[in-house]
């Protein structure tokens, strides 16, 4: 019994070693099937303070185009322009990693490796969820819950934990692949929106 007990500690330690080995795979897995496809097309809600809201995300790489009711959102990879139809005005800044996680969901794939602990949580049949613990106590995003489709590879449902104690619920409706697209079609085009004001913020 002994021997049992003094062996139980190395054993608990190798599978918690095993279930972030499974984790990390699991994203990684995720994270190289997104970035595999020339452009994805996602349909979403985002639930915040009881309110929610749907919209589209266009994805190729590390750029994005988001559309939903008053807000629109362009990144090429360095700027973001983000248009509010409320305010009549574009504002243009350089986001840091974080800052793109909160409105692409997909985006927190890629800095798990680096800012944050995965672990593998119960989930329902056929999908597997991830906790994400930041290893930095004052990110943004202190925690994060990624449930992926074990048949697609592609995420179903994000939830983030703000450093303000705030969730961010994301449902992902709906994934589809599509064919490269130009790189303009990443970033804001003012001849679309004339006399729209711009605010560079960088």
């Known amino acids: 019994m002994k021997k049992i007990l003094t062996l139980l500690p190395m054993l ?19 994270a190289a099937k997104i970035k595999g496809a020339e452009s994805l097309h996602v349909s979403y809600t985002a639930t915040a303070d009881g309110n929610t809201t749907a919209g589209t995300l266009v994805l190729q790489g590390d750029m994005f185009t988001l559309s939903s009711p008053g807000m629109m959102s362009w990144y090429d990879g360095q700027s ?21 996680s909160q409105i692409n969901p997909f985006a927190i794939l890629k800095s ?16 597997s969820t991830v906790k994400l613990v930041a290893k930095n106590k004052k990110s943004d995003i202190t925690q994060a819950e ?37 790189v303009a079609n990443f970033r804001y085009s003012p001849a679309r929106f004339p006399g729209v004001n711009v605010v560079d913020l960088r």
């Open 12 to 30: 608990l330690i190798a599978l918690a070693g095993m279930a972030a080995t499974s984790a990390s795979a699991l994203l990684q897995r995720s």
């Open 80 to 100: 973001q322009w983000t248009y509010s139809t409320q305010i009549g005005e574009v504002n243009i800044i350089t986001p840091t990693p974080e800052e793109v």
């Open 112 to 127: 798990f490796s680096t800012g944050y602990t995965p672990s593998l949580l119960k989930s329902a049949s056929g999908s």
């Open 146 to 182: 990624i449930t992926i489709d074990d048949r697609t590879s592609y995420p179903t449902r994000v939830v983030l934990t703000m450093a303000n104690k705030q969730k961010v619920t994301i449902n992902i409706k709906d994934v589809k692949t599509g064919k490269k697209l130009p």
